[in-house]
Protein backbone atom coordinates (compact mmCIF):
# COMPACT_ATOMS: atom_id res chain seq x y z
CA UNK A 1 0.00 0.00 0.00
CA UNK A 2 3.06 2.13 0.97
CA UNK A 3 4.68 1.31 -2.19
CA UNK A 4 1.23 2.40 -4.25
CA UNK A 5 0.88 6.01 -2.57
CA UNK A 6 4.58 6.87 -3.52
CA UNK A 7 3.99 6.14 -7.14
CA UNK A 8 0.45 7.54 -7.19
CA UNK A 9 2.68 10.99 -5.44
CA UNK A 10 5.56 10.40 -8.20
CA UNK A 11 3.08 10.14 -10.98
CA UNK A 12 1.62 13.59 -9.98
CA UNK A 13 5.01 15.71 -9.31
CA UNK A 14 6.27 14.43 -13.00
CA UNK A 15 2.94 15.84 -14.24
CA UNK A 16 3.07 19.04 -13.22
CA UNK A 17 6.58 19.11 -13.87
CA UNK A 18 6.66 18.02 -17.34
CA UNK A 19 6.73 21.74 -18.96
CA UNK A 20 10.10 22.16 -17.17
CA UNK A 21 11.17 18.34 -18.12
CA UNK A 22 10.51 19.60 -21.98
CA UNK A 23 13.76 21.70 -21.88
CA UNK A 24 16.23 20.02 -20.11
CA UNK A 25 17.73 19.35 -23.31
CA UNK A 26 17.79 23.17 -24.21
CA UNK A 27 20.92 25.07 -24.77
CA UNK A 28 20.34 28.14 -22.87
CA UNK A 29 23.54 29.71 -24.66
CA UNK A 30 22.67 28.55 -27.84
CA UNK A 31 20.96 31.79 -30.38
CA UNK A 32 17.54 30.24 -31.06
CA UNK A 33 16.74 33.31 -33.55
CA UNK A 34 20.22 34.80 -35.27
CA UNK A 35 20.00 39.27 -34.39
CA UNK A 36 18.82 40.86 -37.87
CA UNK A 37 21.83 43.66 -37.39
CA UNK A 38 24.21 40.23 -37.91
CA UNK A 39 22.02 39.08 -40.83
CA UNK A 40 22.13 42.34 -42.47
CA UNK A 41 25.63 42.29 -41.68
CA UNK A 42 26.47 38.70 -43.23
CA UNK A 43 24.36 39.45 -46.07
CA UNK A 44 26.08 42.95 -46.67
CA UNK A 45 29.88 41.18 -46.42
CA UNK A 46 28.55 38.35 -48.85
CA UNK A 47 27.56 40.95 -51.85
CA UNK A 48 30.23 42.64 -51.62
CA UNK A 49 33.15 39.41 -51.27
CA UNK A 50 30.97 38.20 -54.70
CA UNK A 51 31.47 41.40 -56.21
CA UNK A 52 35.14 41.68 -55.32
CA UNK A 53 36.40 38.46 -55.49
CA UNK A 54 38.01 36.95 -58.82
CA UNK A 55 37.56 33.08 -58.13
CA UNK A 56 36.36 31.34 -61.39
CA UNK A 57 33.70 29.70 -59.53
CA UNK A 58 32.14 32.42 -58.71
CA UNK A 59 32.89 35.59 -59.96
CA UNK A 60 34.54 36.17 -64.44
CA UNK A 61 33.79 39.64 -64.48
CA UNK A 62 37.23 40.66 -64.50
CA UNK A 63 37.54 38.42 -67.68
CA UNK A 64 34.62 39.87 -69.73
CA UNK A 65 35.83 43.32 -69.20
CA UNK A 66 38.78 41.90 -70.82
CA UNK A 67 40.79 43.25 -68.14
CA UNK A 68 42.38 40.14 -67.17
CA UNK A 69 42.59 36.39 -69.54
CA UNK A 70 44.02 32.94 -68.37
CA UNK A 71 47.34 31.53 -69.32
CA UNK A 72 46.36 27.50 -69.17
CA UNK A 73 42.62 27.40 -68.25
CA UNK A 74 41.17 29.65 -70.99
CA UNK A 75 37.17 28.52 -70.67
CA UNK A 76 36.22 31.30 -68.76
CA UNK A 77 37.68 34.19 -71.08
CA UNK A 78 36.45 31.91 -74.00
CA UNK A 79 32.87 32.34 -72.20
CA UNK A 80 32.33 28.56 -71.01
CA UNK A 81 30.36 29.83 -68.21
CA UNK A 82 28.44 26.35 -67.84
CA UNK A 83 31.08 23.94 -67.39
CA UNK A 84 31.65 25.61 -63.31
CA UNK A 85 28.00 26.46 -63.15
CA UNK A 86 29.31 30.00 -62.56
CA UNK A 87 25.56 31.57 -62.98
CA UNK A 88 24.26 28.84 -60.53
CA UNK A 89 27.10 30.25 -58.28
CA UNK A 90 26.44 34.03 -58.46
CA UNK A 91 22.49 33.34 -58.77
CA UNK A 92 22.85 31.46 -55.33
CA UNK A 93 24.78 33.91 -53.64
CA UNK A 94 22.96 37.01 -54.78
CA UNK A 95 19.54 35.25 -53.15
CA UNK A 96 20.35 32.80 -50.85
CA UNK A 97 23.47 34.52 -49.17
CA UNK A 98 22.69 38.11 -49.66
CA UNK A 99 18.63 38.80 -50.54
CA UNK A 100 17.77 36.26 -48.02
CA UNK A 101 19.78 37.31 -45.40
CA UNK A 102 18.66 40.82 -45.91
CA UNK A 103 15.00 39.73 -46.01
CA UNK A 104 15.49 37.74 -42.90
CA UNK A 105 17.30 41.04 -41.44
CA UNK A 106 14.35 43.65 -42.56
CA UNK A 107 11.91 41.30 -40.90
CA UNK A 108 13.16 40.81 -37.68
CA UNK A 109 14.06 44.57 -37.40
CA UNK A 110 10.76 45.77 -38.37
CA UNK A 111 9.42 43.55 -35.71
CA UNK A 112 11.21 44.96 -32.95
CA UNK A 113 9.36 46.15 -30.44
CA UNK A 114 10.59 49.61 -28.48
CA UNK A 115 8.94 49.63 -25.22
CA UNK A 116 9.95 51.15 -21.16
CA UNK A 117 11.66 53.68 -22.66
CA UNK A 118 11.15 57.83 -22.37
CA UNK A 119 9.04 59.49 -24.82
CA UNK A 120 12.79 60.94 -25.87
CA UNK A 121 14.43 57.76 -26.24
CA UNK A 122 11.38 56.45 -27.91
CA UNK A 123 12.14 58.72 -30.76
CA UNK A 124 15.53 58.25 -31.19
CA UNK A 125 15.27 54.34 -31.11
CA UNK A 126 12.32 54.69 -33.73
CA UNK A 127 14.20 56.93 -36.20
CA UNK A 128 16.94 54.77 -35.50
CA UNK A 129 15.35 51.46 -36.43
CA UNK A 130 13.97 53.53 -39.44
CA UNK A 131 17.00 54.03 -40.34
CA UNK A 132 18.03 50.16 -40.55
CA UNK A 133 14.95 49.24 -42.66
CA UNK A 134 16.46 51.83 -45.12
CA UNK A 135 19.58 50.57 -45.29
CA UNK A 136 18.69 47.50 -45.85
CA UNK A 137 16.31 48.45 -48.40
CA UNK A 138 19.04 50.58 -50.19
CA UNK A 139 21.11 46.81 -50.10
CA UNK A 140 18.36 44.92 -51.57
CA UNK A 141 17.62 47.19 -54.04
CA UNK A 142 21.59 46.98 -55.23
CA UNK A 143 21.15 43.19 -55.08
CA UNK A 144 18.49 42.97 -57.43
CA UNK A 145 19.77 45.70 -59.64
CA UNK A 146 23.06 43.22 -60.26
CA UNK A 147 21.34 40.20 -60.93
CA UNK A 148 18.82 41.72 -63.32
CA UNK A 149 21.60 43.61 -65.07
CA UNK A 150 23.65 39.96 -64.98
CA UNK A 151 20.94 37.77 -66.18
CA UNK A 152 17.90 40.13 -67.87
CA UNK A 153 14.35 38.72 -66.37
CA UNK A 154 14.51 37.00 -63.30
CA UNK A 155 12.24 35.98 -59.93
CA UNK A 156 11.68 38.61 -57.97
CA UNK A 157 7.81 39.62 -56.78
CA UNK A 158 8.15 35.42 -55.97
CA UNK A 159 11.55 34.83 -55.31
CA UNK A 160 11.96 34.94 -51.91
CA UNK A 161 8.51 33.44 -50.93
CA UNK A 162 8.89 29.74 -49.04
CA UNK A 163 5.86 28.96 -50.24
CA UNK A 164 6.34 28.96 -53.92
CA UNK A 165 8.60 26.11 -54.92
CA UNK A 166 9.08 27.66 -59.05
CA UNK A 167 8.85 31.41 -58.43
CA UNK A 168 7.91 32.95 -61.60
CA UNK A 169 10.50 35.47 -63.80
CA UNK A 170 9.55 38.99 -63.91
CA UNK A 171 10.20 41.42 -66.84
CA UNK A 172 13.49 43.26 -66.07
CA UNK A 173 12.54 46.74 -66.88
CA UNK A 174 9.29 46.50 -64.70
CA UNK A 175 11.78 45.29 -61.77
CA UNK A 176 13.92 48.04 -62.69
CA UNK A 177 11.02 50.27 -62.21
CA UNK A 178 9.48 49.34 -58.75
CA UNK A 179 13.48 49.29 -57.54
CA UNK A 180 13.43 52.86 -58.51
CA UNK A 181 10.29 53.22 -56.46
CA UNK A 182 11.77 51.25 -53.83
CA UNK A 183 14.89 53.33 -53.26
CA UNK A 184 13.37 56.53 -53.64
CA UNK A 185 11.20 55.66 -50.51
CA UNK A 186 14.28 54.47 -48.74
CA UNK A 187 15.84 57.86 -49.73
CA UNK A 188 13.39 59.18 -47.80
CA UNK A 189 13.46 57.42 -44.77
CA UNK A 190 17.15 57.95 -43.89
CA UNK A 191 16.68 60.00 -41.20
CA UNK A 192 20.66 61.23 -40.89
CA UNK A 193 19.92 63.53 -36.96
CA UNK A 194 20.20 59.78 -36.32
CA UNK A 195 22.50 57.02 -36.19
CA UNK A 196 21.77 53.14 -37.18
CA UNK A 197 23.65 50.12 -37.20
CA UNK A 198 27.18 51.35 -35.57
CA UNK A 199 30.02 48.87 -35.99
CA UNK A 200 27.78 46.22 -37.61
CA UNK A 201 27.97 48.30 -40.60
CA UNK A 202 30.63 47.19 -42.42
CA UNK A 203 30.18 49.87 -45.05
CA UNK A 204 29.69 52.89 -43.32
CA UNK A 205 29.54 51.96 -39.75
CA UNK A 206 26.04 53.11 -39.58
CA UNK A 207 26.65 56.80 -40.67
CA UNK A 208 23.43 57.54 -42.16
CA UNK A 209 24.78 60.56 -44.10
CA UNK A 210 27.20 58.36 -46.13
CA UNK A 211 24.62 55.87 -46.57
CA UNK A 212 21.76 58.86 -48.15
CA UNK A 213 25.22 59.74 -50.59
CA UNK A 214 25.47 56.06 -51.54
CA UNK A 215 21.64 55.56 -52.22
CA UNK A 216 21.16 58.90 -54.18
CA UNK A 217 25.04 57.21 -55.96
CA UNK A 218 22.47 53.88 -57.12
CA UNK A 219 20.02 55.84 -57.97
CA UNK A 220 22.19 58.49 -60.45
CA UNK A 221 23.97 54.80 -61.67
CA UNK A 222 20.04 53.53 -62.32
CA UNK A 223 19.09 56.79 -63.86
CA UNK A 224 21.61 56.85 -66.24
CA UNK A 225 21.69 52.60 -67.08
CA UNK A 226 17.87 53.67 -68.86
CA UNK A 227 18.98 56.62 -70.44
CA UNK A 228 18.63 55.19 -73.89
CA UNK A 229 15.41 53.63 -72.98
CA UNK A 230 13.71 56.24 -70.56
CA UNK A 231 15.31 59.52 -70.92
CA UNK A 232 12.44 60.90 -69.13
CA UNK A 233 12.37 58.82 -66.29
CA UNK A 234 16.22 58.87 -66.58
CA UNK A 235 16.67 62.56 -66.37
CA UNK A 236 14.24 62.93 -63.49
CA UNK A 237 16.09 60.17 -61.80
CA UNK A 238 19.49 62.15 -62.28
CA UNK A 239 18.45 65.64 -61.24
CA UNK A 240 16.83 64.47 -57.85
CA UNK A 241 19.93 62.29 -56.83
CA UNK A 242 22.98 64.57 -58.44
CA UNK A 243 23.01 66.83 -55.21
CA UNK A 244 23.48 64.86 -52.68
CA UNK A 245 25.98 61.79 -54.23
CA UNK A 246 29.19 59.97 -53.57
CA UNK A 247 31.84 63.22 -54.29
CA UNK A 248 35.46 62.36 -52.83
CA UNK A 249 37.04 59.49 -52.34
CA UNK A 250 36.77 59.99 -48.51
CA UNK A 251 33.22 59.04 -48.73
CA UNK A 252 33.57 56.02 -50.91
CA UNK A 253 31.44 52.81 -50.35
CA UNK A 254 34.05 50.37 -49.26
CA UNK A 255 34.49 47.37 -47.26
CA UNK A 256 38.19 47.21 -45.11
CA UNK A 257 39.62 43.74 -44.85
CA UNK A 258 42.25 42.61 -42.51
CA UNK A 259 45.94 40.92 -43.04
CA UNK A 260 44.55 38.10 -41.52
CA UNK A 261 41.49 35.21 -42.04
CA UNK A 262 38.83 34.73 -42.35
CA UNK A 263 38.39 38.26 -42.99
CA UNK A 264 41.26 38.84 -45.82
CA UNK A 265 39.99 40.62 -49.32
CA UNK A 266 39.09 37.60 -51.34
CA UNK A 267 41.71 38.63 -54.34
CA UNK A 268 44.24 37.44 -51.65
CA UNK A 269 42.52 34.23 -51.26
CA UNK A 270 42.13 34.05 -55.19
CA UNK A 271 45.87 34.77 -55.87
CA UNK A 272 48.10 33.75 -53.17
CA UNK A 273 46.49 31.44 -51.15
CA UNK A 274 44.78 29.15 -53.69
CA UNK A 275 48.62 29.58 -55.58
CA UNK A 276 46.98 30.27 -58.90
CA UNK A 277 49.46 31.42 -61.45
CA UNK A 278 47.23 31.91 -64.16
CA UNK A 279 45.60 35.64 -64.14
CA UNK A 280 47.15 37.86 -66.57
CA UNK A 281 46.58 41.33 -67.91
CA UNK A 282 45.10 41.39 -70.94
CA UNK A 283 46.65 42.85 -73.77
CA UNK A 284 43.28 44.75 -74.49
CA UNK A 285 43.80 46.27 -71.42
CA UNK A 286 47.57 46.82 -71.30
CA UNK A 287 47.94 48.16 -75.18
CA UNK A 288 45.55 50.62 -74.33
CA UNK A 289 47.51 51.96 -71.07
CA UNK A 290 50.43 51.74 -72.85
CA UNK A 291 49.34 54.03 -75.96
CA UNK A 292 47.94 56.48 -73.43
CA UNK A 293 51.18 55.90 -71.55
CA UNK A 294 49.18 55.67 -68.35
CA UNK A 295 50.40 56.28 -65.02
CA UNK A 296 48.19 53.52 -63.13
CA UNK A 297 50.74 50.98 -65.45
CA UNK A 298 53.05 50.27 -62.02
CA UNK A 299 50.08 50.06 -59.85
CA UNK A 300 47.78 48.08 -61.95
CA UNK A 301 50.25 46.09 -63.39
CA UNK A 302 53.46 44.12 -62.36
CA UNK A 303 56.99 42.56 -63.87
CA UNK A 304 57.77 44.57 -67.28
CA UNK A 305 59.60 42.83 -69.75
CA UNK A 306 62.43 44.68 -71.21
CA UNK A 307 61.01 48.17 -69.49
CA UNK A 308 58.01 47.53 -71.08
CA UNK A 309 54.56 45.83 -69.73
CA UNK A 310 53.15 42.87 -71.77
CA UNK A 311 49.82 42.20 -71.90
CA UNK A 312 48.50 38.13 -72.79
CA UNK A 313 46.39 37.58 -75.66
CA UNK A 314 43.35 37.34 -74.39
CA UNK A 315 41.63 34.46 -74.86
CA UNK A 316 44.76 32.27 -75.20
CA UNK A 317 46.98 29.75 -73.72
CA UNK A 318 50.03 31.37 -72.97
CA UNK A 319 53.10 31.07 -70.94
CA UNK A 320 52.69 32.80 -67.46
CA UNK A 321 56.18 34.23 -66.99
CA UNK A 322 55.88 35.45 -70.84
CA UNK A 323 53.74 38.36 -69.78
CA UNK A 324 53.64 41.02 -67.39
CA UNK A 325 51.62 40.40 -64.44
CA UNK A 326 48.58 41.73 -62.32
CA UNK A 327 49.86 44.68 -59.83
CA UNK A 328 51.48 43.70 -56.42
CA UNK A 329 48.42 45.47 -54.45
CA UNK A 330 46.07 42.86 -55.78
CA UNK A 331 47.94 39.98 -53.79
CA UNK A 332 47.62 41.79 -50.38
CA UNK A 333 45.62 40.75 -47.64
CA UNK A 334 43.66 43.64 -46.76
CA UNK A 335 43.18 45.41 -50.15
CA UNK A 336 40.07 47.07 -49.14
CA UNK A 337 36.89 46.33 -51.34
CA UNK A 338 35.13 49.14 -53.38
CA UNK A 339 31.63 48.91 -54.77
CA UNK A 340 30.69 52.54 -55.26
CA UNK A 341 33.27 55.70 -55.91
CA UNK A 342 33.80 59.06 -56.84
CA UNK A 343 34.92 58.44 -59.96
CA UNK A 344 32.03 56.40 -60.95
CA UNK A 345 29.72 59.35 -59.67
CA UNK A 346 31.83 62.07 -61.71
CA UNK A 347 31.81 59.97 -65.19
CA UNK A 348 28.03 59.41 -64.68
CA UNK A 349 27.42 63.55 -63.83
CA UNK A 350 29.45 63.95 -67.16
CA UNK A 351 27.54 61.79 -69.67
CA UNK A 352 24.25 63.34 -67.65
CA UNK A 353 25.08 66.94 -68.50
CA UNK A 354 26.30 65.78 -72.14
CA UNK A 355 22.77 64.22 -72.61
CA UNK A 356 20.76 67.66 -71.47
CA UNK A 357 19.55 65.84 -68.27
CA UNK A 358 21.33 68.23 -65.66
CA UNK A 359 23.03 71.42 -66.08
CA UNK A 360 27.09 71.69 -65.95
CA UNK A 361 30.64 71.25 -67.37
CA UNK A 362 31.21 67.55 -68.67
CA UNK A 363 34.80 68.45 -69.48
CA UNK A 364 35.44 69.38 -65.61
CA UNK A 365 33.45 66.31 -64.60
CA UNK A 366 35.34 64.32 -66.61
CA UNK A 367 38.82 65.09 -65.65
CA UNK A 368 37.69 65.10 -62.35
CA UNK A 369 36.19 61.81 -62.62
CA UNK A 370 40.23 60.62 -63.72
CA UNK A 371 41.50 62.63 -61.55
CA UNK A 372 39.45 61.19 -58.47
CA UNK A 373 40.87 57.55 -59.76
CA UNK A 374 44.36 58.08 -59.92
CA UNK A 375 44.92 60.01 -56.68
CA UNK A 376 42.58 56.98 -54.93
CA UNK A 377 45.76 54.71 -55.96
CA UNK A 378 48.35 56.94 -55.08
CA UNK A 379 49.34 58.73 -58.97
CA UNK A 380 51.19 61.74 -57.98
CA UNK A 381 49.23 65.13 -59.20
CA UNK A 382 51.74 66.73 -61.80
CA UNK A 383 51.84 62.67 -63.60
CA UNK A 384 47.32 63.14 -63.11
CA UNK A 385 47.63 66.81 -65.20
CA UNK A 386 49.97 65.48 -67.62
CA UNK A 387 47.64 62.39 -68.24
CA UNK A 388 44.99 64.13 -68.67
CA UNK A 389 46.61 67.34 -71.24
CA UNK A 390 47.79 64.95 -73.22
CA UNK A 391 45.51 65.05 -76.90
CA UNK A 392 44.13 61.63 -76.54
CA UNK A 393 42.75 62.18 -73.12
CA UNK A 394 41.53 65.74 -73.43
CA UNK A 395 37.85 65.91 -73.73
CA UNK A 396 38.19 68.53 -76.22
CA UNK A 397 40.63 66.24 -78.41
CA UNK A 398 40.04 62.52 -77.62
CA UNK A 399 38.62 60.38 -80.30
CA UNK A 400 35.08 59.69 -80.66
CA UNK A 401 31.81 61.54 -78.77
CA UNK A 402 31.22 61.73 -75.11
CA UNK A 403 30.27 58.08 -75.17
CA UNK A 404 33.71 56.82 -76.55
CA UNK A 405 35.30 59.25 -74.26
CA UNK A 406 33.94 58.51 -71.52
CA UNK A 407 33.58 54.69 -72.11
CA UNK A 408 37.43 54.84 -72.86
CA UNK A 409 38.20 56.35 -69.39
CA UNK A 410 35.60 55.07 -67.70
CA UNK A 411 36.51 51.14 -68.21
CA UNK A 412 40.13 52.03 -67.52
CA UNK A 413 39.04 53.43 -63.55
CA UNK A 414 36.81 50.34 -63.40
CA UNK A 415 39.95 48.11 -63.79
CA UNK A 416 39.27 46.94 -59.77
CA UNK A 417 35.96 46.61 -60.24
CA UNK A 418 35.07 44.14 -63.09
CA UNK A 419 31.36 43.71 -62.92
CA UNK A 420 30.90 47.64 -63.22
CA UNK A 421 33.50 47.70 -66.27
CA UNK A 422 31.80 44.88 -67.62
CA UNK A 423 28.55 46.15 -67.21
CA UNK A 424 29.37 49.86 -68.43
CA UNK A 425 30.80 48.36 -71.72
CA UNK A 426 27.73 47.21 -72.49
CA UNK A 427 25.43 50.09 -72.13
CA UNK A 428 28.53 52.29 -73.53
CA UNK A 429 29.48 50.32 -76.06
CA UNK A 430 33.37 51.25 -75.56
CA UNK A 431 35.74 50.53 -75.17
CA UNK A 432 35.10 48.16 -78.69
CA UNK A 433 36.14 45.08 -77.53
CA UNK A 434 36.13 41.75 -79.59
CA UNK A 435 35.49 38.04 -78.98
CA UNK A 436 38.55 36.10 -79.15
CA UNK A 437 38.46 33.44 -82.20
CA UNK A 438 36.74 30.31 -81.69
CA UNK A 439 34.82 31.68 -78.41
CA UNK A 440 31.84 30.29 -77.16
CA UNK A 441 30.07 33.57 -78.63
CA UNK A 442 30.76 35.97 -81.35
CA UNK A 443 31.02 38.92 -79.54
CA UNK A 444 31.37 39.61 -75.55
CA UNK A 445 28.61 38.29 -73.65
CA UNK A 446 25.40 40.20 -72.77
CA UNK A 447 24.44 38.53 -70.07
CA UNK A 448 24.89 35.41 -68.21
CA UNK A 449 22.99 32.50 -69.08
CA UNK A 450 20.25 31.13 -66.62
CA UNK A 451 21.65 28.53 -64.23
CA UNK A 452 21.08 25.24 -65.74
CA UNK A 453 19.06 24.16 -62.17
CA UNK A 454 16.35 26.22 -63.54
CA UNK A 455 16.04 24.85 -66.54
CA UNK A 456 15.79 21.17 -64.93
CA UNK A 457 13.97 22.01 -61.54
CA UNK A 458 11.42 25.29 -62.81
CA UNK A 459 11.32 24.99 -66.14
CA UNK A 460 8.12 26.68 -66.74
CA UNK A 461 8.87 29.76 -65.28
CA UNK A 462 12.27 29.23 -67.17
CA UNK A 463 10.89 28.61 -70.85
CA UNK A 464 8.68 31.44 -70.06
CA UNK A 465 11.36 33.84 -69.42
CA UNK A 466 13.64 32.62 -71.74
CA UNK A 467 10.87 33.22 -74.44
CA UNK A 468 10.33 36.76 -73.34
CA UNK A 469 13.70 37.96 -73.68
CA UNK A 470 14.57 36.42 -77.08
CA UNK A 471 16.23 33.87 -75.98
CA UNK A 472 18.40 32.46 -73.08
CA UNK A 473 21.71 33.36 -74.96
CA UNK A 474 24.80 34.53 -74.27
CA UNK A 475 24.14 37.30 -77.00
CA UNK A 476 20.56 37.97 -75.61
CA UNK A 477 21.03 42.24 -73.87
CA UNK A 478 19.45 43.02 -70.82
CA UNK A 479 16.03 45.82 -71.70
CA UNK A 480 18.67 48.78 -70.84
CA UNK A 481 21.05 47.59 -73.81
CA UNK A 482 19.54 48.65 -76.88
CA UNK A 483 22.60 50.11 -78.64
CA UNK A 484 24.42 46.39 -78.97
Known sequence: ???????????????????????????????????????????????????VNTNVNLNVFRLFAQYWGEATYTDEANY?????????????????DVLKDLDEAYRLIEAQEIVNVSPSQFEEDTAIKANKLAII??????AYQILVDTFADIPYSEALDVDIINPSYDDDEAIYNDL???????????????????GQDLIYNGNTSSWLALANSIKLRMGMRIADVDPAQA??????????????????????????????????????????????PADTFVNRLNDLEDPRRPIFLADPIDGEYIGAPYGSTVSYDSYSHIGDIYFTQDLEGLIFDAAESHFLLAEAVERGFIAGDAEALYEQAIRLNMEYWGVESSDIDSYISQSDVDYATAEGDYKQKIGVQKWIALYNRGFEGWTEYR??????????????????????????????????????????????????????????
Request: aromatic content about 8%; glycine content about 6%.
Open 1 to 51: MIKKIILICLGIFFVQCSDDLEGLNEDEKAFNEVPGETLMTNGQRNMVDQL
Open 80 to 96: NIVTRSIPENHWNIMYR
Open 137 to 142: EVQRVL
Open 180 to 198: ISRLNTAIGNINTSFGSFG
Open 235 to 280: AELVSSASSNIIDSNSENATIEYLSATPNTNPLWIDLVQTNRRDFV
Open 427 to 484: RLDYPQLEAPEGAQSDIVPLRFTYPVIEQNLNSGSYNAAASAIGGDELTTPVFWDVNN
